[in-house]
């Protein structure tokens, strides 16, 4: 899928936003994150023509269950991994997760902000004598992840990870049975979200299928 950012030159396209601190944390219960998951696999899926693969691969989707089951916090949204830490996590190479990470941006999965830190550097000043100095370097990137549920913006009430019940079950208690209209089949992510709608429909209608 193809974005503004990915069609400017280098030099036109939008700074990475630069924060100090955490970044933009955002909470996401349980629910959230098996939405994004299902949403992510349904982007495995071929997209184009020769492709064996859609604009998620098998070892991008590992990266994305790292970040959102190893390292968010579901309560505070804190998620500011190393990409050697993804790596480990992922069982993957250093250069899959950076490539994984803006595969999942264009897909409009997460987005992140280069995060900075201040140190201290004790030196020698013109004179001879003890001072200190304060620089500023980048550190590992905030993660903010997008949940593809209809009217879902920015930060999502914080629940319990440690549910009772499972992950289809969570699913289609929660989860909205349709998409939202206007969706074009042409487009990829739409594709996606289409095929996601579908598959929540099947797993609830499955339940009263049994019962008749």
Partial sequence: MTTTATTLPPHLRPRREKVFGEGRPRPL??????????????????????????LITAKFLDVLEALLWGFHNAATGRCFPSYETIAERAG????????????????????????LVRIREVGADLFGKAANRWRVIRTSNAYAFTDPKPGASGPQPSKSESKTRTADQELKLNTPAQIQPALNPDNPLHAALIR?????????????AAKS
Avoid: M, Q
């Fill in 29 to 54: 219960d349980r629910n959230a994150k098996i939405r994004i998951k299902t949403l992510a696999r349904a982007l495995k899926h071929r997209t184009e023509a020769g492709k064996h693969y859609g």
């Fill in 92 to 115: 993957c190479a250093r250069s899959t997760v950076y490539e994984a990470i803006h595969a999942l941006e264009r897909a409009g999965i997460l987005t992140w902000v280069n995060r």
């Fill in 196 to 208: 996601f709608g579908k598959t929540v429909k099947e797993r609830g209608a499955a339940p009263s």
